[in-house]
């Protein structure tokens, strides 16, 4: 019947041209009942006077995590043509009391009970804390959008392992079926939102592909909605007993599809190490029910060591969990050094060939959930063509990376922490926004099986005053009333996405203006990083093909080691020198070239303190750059541009007891 009144509403109502008028924000065909949205004032539009966009990122949330997992993991529906008492009600095993909502007490502890009914009580959820309920339904987000939220990345979301030992579920387990199936969801929510603005392209959820799209959509006051993946085993791509169940075929098959549904950034590992990388831990008893479905679904605990640089992944700890009891009779989680918080497991082989398949598809890295280890490596490959395309999405990164991404020119946004939180938190990276210039964003995880702000409780000194103005000063918001029940910040925390609005209020009263105004600059920084992945493009390596020359090479009867390995263009082949120091490569461009960046490709063989030389004639040499602290991999040396027709790696001290040894070195131009 919802569905028969939204149909004819659109048939019966005001035309496209006069829907677009006065009140342009406001549904000509809503259903109803439905949950209302309680903000009050037309949406920004336009930019500001330097021509930036303005506005709020999410970037980091699953609408349609209740597709996921197996169907039955997150109850409750984004959207139904069937109307809001369809969409906003329990899956069936909880009824009556909520005994059987398993998930919770295994990540959560509790016994998992509460009240099933939803729509129009509300009386247990959603919640702050709960992580089985739906928190994305379409017209909370909907309050977002009205409070300032310009950008939504929704981040389709599954992981097989959790779907094969959840008991309740009523599909496959295959994760890109569910990629696939939510892809195609959000599709749907378009046409939803659509049909009650008048048709197709109406409404105010707009799916982008591109920057330029999601420029003009914010222009308009809308909301851009931007598709990436999170999920722990894409393209099929597991390990099982550290062996690869993936091909570059695959990954190249995967990557193209997923292009074509529309992605633009996806995470490469999440949760359980695979075939492209190893993953930054989980803590607590989640984190042990994660190691679980890690050994099953390949095999292996998580592997630690000490860690290496000032990062480090998250500690592991050793806290029981409920998960424990699906392991095989006789195997037990391991115990792991409190001085060993650092996965052994980097970025694989087939790993680097995802990071640059994405790159040559101009898609965006999600760096969060990987380990340091993979991290490190990833920015490696990233700054070696100065590739801006890197997000950390939701405080899964170490901070201590937070340069690295600003000066490839990425994007950063932090998980939604209680307002205390997220203040501190902001404040400790606020003077590198300040050094580039760039906004904030932050990540809900909405239905991403996490907890969200608590209440700070109505008689903190500085709570949450309704109704409040938003940002921009052009909208007024008040308490969100769902059904029977009404949400305030103060004393129900972040219960929903419409909350949206309420936290950042409360994060002006706890933080002042300075951090809400660099979350308001958050749509124009990451269509900054956006747009500036769009049009990178690889530089021309002006050593490839060059003649070199070194001061030795090491002998071998079944290949060579010549100097000309290092730029034949084969990452097969490499350049080894005799094993002692003060040792030199050098390469001829044929003539004179402004170059500023360098890279190098180690083998395992590396040097530890080495400097790289330029010179225009051979015999006159300056030193253009030089490391004491060599760690090999792969390494970029940037300088201001210099003339140079001859480019010299100088070894002065080895990282082994080996020579120098170069797989690949490029020479770049300003």
């Not at 009914?117 to 959603?126: I, L, N, S």
């Not at 792991?336 to 980097?346: E, I, L, M, T």
């Amino acid at each position: 019947m919802s569905l028969l009144l939204l149909v004819l509403a659109v048939i019966l109502g005001p035309t496209p041209s006069s829907a677009a008028g006065a009140d342009w924000w406001i549904p000509t065909a809503a259903p109803t009942p439905d949950v209302q949205i309680n903000v009050t004032g037309e949406p920004f539009t336009g930019t500001d006077s330097a021509g930036n966009v303005r506005g709020f990122v999410d970037a980091h949330n699953h609408l349609f995590g209740n597709e996921a997992f197996g169907g039955r993991l997150i109850c409750g529906k984004v959207f139904s043509t069937n109307g809001v008492a369809d969409a906003l009600k329990d899956c069936p095993e909880h009824y009556p009391d909520g005994t059987l909502a398993v998930f919770d007490y295994i990540t959560h502890g509790g016994d998992g009970r509460h009240d099933p009914v939803g729509w129009p009580t509300f009386k247990d959820w959603p919640a702050y804390d709960s992580m089985t309920h739906q928190a994305d339904y379409y017209a909370w987000v909907e309050r977002a959008w009205r409070g300032g939220q310009r950008v939504l990345v929704n981040d389709l979301v599954t992981n097989g392992m959790i779907c094969s030992i959840y008991p309740f579920k009523d599909r496959s387990c295959d994760e890109m079926t569910s990629i696939r199936l939510q892809a195609r969801m959000t599709y749907q929510l378009q046409d939803y939102v659509d049909a009650m603005y008048g048709g197709p392209g109406k409404g105010w959820f707009r799916i982008v592909t591109d920057s330029a799209q999601a420029r003009e959509v914010i222009e308009q006051g809308k909301l851009a909605v931007i598709l990436g993946v999170e999920t722990s085993e894409p393209f099929g791509c597991k390990q099982i007993l550290d062996i690869p169940q993936c091909s570059k075929a695959d990954i190249d098959k995967g990557l193209d599809e997923l292009y074509g549904l529309g992605v633009r950034s996806m995470f490469l590992c999440h949760k359980f190490d695979n075939a492209l990388c190893g993953v930054r831990f989980d803590s607590g008893g989640l984190g042990t029910a994660i190691n679980v479905g890690q050994f099953l679904s390949t095999g292996t605990f998580w592997q630690t060591e000490k860690c290496t640089g000032p990062q480090h992944d998250n500690p592991i700890g050793n806290a029981a969990s409920a998960a424990e009891s699906d392991l095989p009779s006789g195997v037990t989680v391991p115990s792991y050094d409190s001085d060993a918080q650092c996965n052994k497991r980097g970025l694989t082989d087939l790993g680097e060939y995802a990071v640059r398949g994405m790159m040559k598809r101009k898609m965006m890295l999600e760096i969060d959930h990987m380990s340091v280890k993979a991290v490190g490596q990833a920015l490696d490959i990233l700054e070696s063509a100065s590739y801006p395309g890197v997000l950390s999405s939701h405080s899964w990164m170490d901070l201590n990376w937070t340069e690295r991404v600003y000066a490839l020119g990425g994007f950063v946004a932090q998980y939604m922490h209680g307002s205390e939180g997220f203040v501190a938190e902001a404040a400790r990276t606020k003077a590198l926004r300040d050094k580039y210039g760039v906004g904030y964003g932050f990540g809900t995880d909405f239905n991403g099986v996490g907890d969200h702000p608590a209440p700070r409780g109505a008689n903190t000194s500085n709570p949450v005053t309704y109704p409040f103005k938003s940002v921009d000063g052009g909208s007024v918001i008040d308490r969100q009333t769902s059904g029977e029940r009404t949400f305030d910040i103060n004393t129900d925390g972040a219960a929903h996405v419409g909350m949206i609005p309420d936290w950042i209020e409360d994060i002006r009263k706890v933080g002042g203006q300075t951090v809400v105004d660099d979350l308001f600059r958050g749509a124009q920084s990451y269509l900054d990083t956006w747009g500036a992945t769009e049009r990178h493009q690889a530089s021309v390596d002006l050593a490839k093909g060059q003649p070199a020359t070194a001061s030795s090479s090491e002998w071998n009867p079944f290949t060579s080691y010549q100097p000309g390995r290092a730029v034949d263009g084969d990452g097969g082949t490499r350049w080894a020198s005799d094993w002692s120091d003060d040792q030199w490569w050098q390469v001829d461009l044929g003539s004179t070239h402004l170059v500023s960046r360098v890279t190098l490709d180690w083998e395992r063989a590396y040097g530890k303190s080495y400097r790289i030389e330029l010179s225009t004639d051979g015999t006159t040499w300056q030193t253009a750059w030089s490391t004491t602290s060599g760690d090999g991999g792969l390494d970029t040396a940037r300088f201001a541009g210099t003339p140079a027709r001859y480019v010299r790696v100088h070894g002065l001290a080895r990282g082994t007891s080996w020579g120098y040894s170069l797989y690949d070195v490029g020479v770049h131009s300003a």
